[in-house]
């Protein structure tokens, strides 16, 4: 079986730019999870995408956005960057949206903002 | 709303030796509790959780955690470390009463393992 998987590794953008991240969840995986890891910090929480729609959302501003595909893919998107959202970006994926469903993590991709 | 404190944040132990790391969170509703743990440039690996039943919760590589509802706390041990247990830790909560998986994560706690 297949990990959650995620790219880029690494990724280097400037102020104002919009970035694509991708996801690819383990097979049968109906949910996927967004965190977003600031250095030093614990993962904080952005959105859920539950069966394609968008199921729940942290304290992020609508900049923020994402998409959840039939295939187990999904993406995260971000619009105007800030330097502010500099960080690790984690993907994680469950079968199931409950709180107490087991997520899954992906290694991340490390997002630097100039 | 819920909230986790990690009270250490970076804990240095010799190699055999045991470990603690201390986590604990406020909610106004009951919780379900985690603790995940992140080795260098990797994701987020699952160790043990408590969702209901006994209150002591045995995970992998040898760790376990103690659920205490009354000072709302769920501490993380393991009785002899090894060097590869060097890593970054983290507790987290969600709200029984949610129907989506919001992970509220601590700050996390540093553990390094010296010989």
């Known amino acids: 079986e297949t990990g959650v998987t995620q790219s880029p590794t690494h990724l280097i953008k400037t102020r104002g730019q919009q970035v694509t991240l991708r996801c690819s969840s383990q097979?049968?995986?109906?949910?996927v999870s967004w965190y977003q890891q600031a250095l030093g910090q614990g993962p904080q929480f952005i959105f859920q995408?539950?069966?394609?729609?968008?199921?729940g959302r942290g304290n992020f501003p609508p900049r923020f956005s994402g998409l959840q595909f039939p295939n187990y893919s999904s993406e995260l998107n971000v619009n105007a960057l800030e330097l502010d959202d500099s960080a690790l970006y984690l993907c994680?994926?469950?079968?199931?949206?409950?709180?107490?469903?087991?997520?899954?993590f992906g290694p991340g991709t490390r997002l630097t903002v100039l | 709303a819920q909230s986790v404190t990690q009270l250490d944040s970076q804990v240095p132990v010799f190699e055999e030796a045991p470990v603690e790391l201390r986590c604990n969170y406020s909610?106004?509703?009951?919780?379900?509790l985690f603790w995940y743990v992140q080795y260098p440039n990797q994701g987020l690996q699952l160790l043990l959780k408590?969702?209901?039943?006994?209150?002591l919760v045995k995970g992998i590589n040898g760790f376990e955690a103690e659920f205490n509802k009354s000072q709302t706390s769920f501490h993380l041990r393991k009785p002899s470390v090894h060097i590869s247990d060097t890593a970054e830790y983290f507790c987290?909560?969600?709200?029984?009463?949610?129907?989506?998986?919001?992970?509220?994560f601590g700050a996390g706690t540093q553990v390094v393992v010296t010989p």
């Open positions: 994680a994926s469950s079968l199931g949206a409950f709180s107490y469903n087991e997520q899954f």
């Open positions: 097979s049968g995986h109906n949910t």
């Open positions: 995408y539950y069966r394609e729609e968008e199921n």
């Open positions: 909610s106004s509703v009951s919780v379900y």
């Open positions: 408590y969702l209901s039943g006994s209150t």
């Open positions: 987290a909560v969600t709200m029984t009463t949610d129907s989506w998986g919001k992970l509220q």
